[in-house]
């Protein structure tokens, strides 16, 4: 299954909304990946997988 669009478009917004809110870029840089980590424990939960690394 590919998720790689499920992941992307949640850290671009996050990305983007810290741009525009005019974040010095490592903030941004951060920003966006709390925004990816976010998404990739929602699909680790959905999908079952938390805890089993």
Do not use: C
Not at 10 to 34: E, F, T
């Amino acid at each position: 299954m590919n998720i790689n669009s499920w992941m992307r478009d949640p850290y671009m917004a996050a990305y983007k909304q810290a741009l525009i809110d005019g974040k010095p870029l490592p903030d941004v840089h951060n920003i966006g990946v709390k925004a990816f980590a976010d998404a990739a424990e929602r699909f680790f939960t959905l999908f079952g997988s938390a805890g089993k690394a």
